[in-house]
């Protein structure tokens, strides 16, 4: 019914930038929340940006004043700026986003893109 599809994903070296880019499509009325997570390997996956329906926009303390989350609504997509890139962002990042169909309101995530920052 629903499908989120992450796209940019890549190799760069510290320093560099990517950008992430997440669509959703479906059978959907309506998206919430639209954010970004990641998981390295041998570690829990964690927030690293959520763009919340009224505006709001939650960043965790590690990307602060380096990645900017930003959001298409009419295209349902959700994009992740990354700039000045470190060995230590190295992981799968995953779209997240809560979408209400007909009948439910429930959280849909992305196959996931891997980031790897190394020289």
């Known amino acids: 019914q629903v499908q989120l599809v992450e796209s940019g994903g890549g190799l760069v070296q510290p320093g560099g930038s990517l950008r992430l880019s997440c669509a959703a499509s479906g059978s959907i009325l309506s998206i919430h929340d639209m954010g970004w997570y990641r998981q390295a390997p041998g570690k829990q996956r964690e927030l690293v940006a959520l763009?919340?329906?009224?505006?709001?926009?939650n960043y965790a303390d590690f990307v602060k004043g380096r990645f900017t989350i930003s959001r298409d609504i009419p295209k349902n997509t959700v994009y992740l700026q990354m700039n000045s890139l470190k060995p230590e962002d190295t992981a799968v990042y995953y779209c997240k986003a809560k979408i209400l169909l007909r009948l439910s309101l429930s959280d849909y995530w992305g196959q996931g893109t891997q980031v790897t920052v190394s020289s």
């Open positions: 763009k919340i329906s009224d505006g709001t926009t």
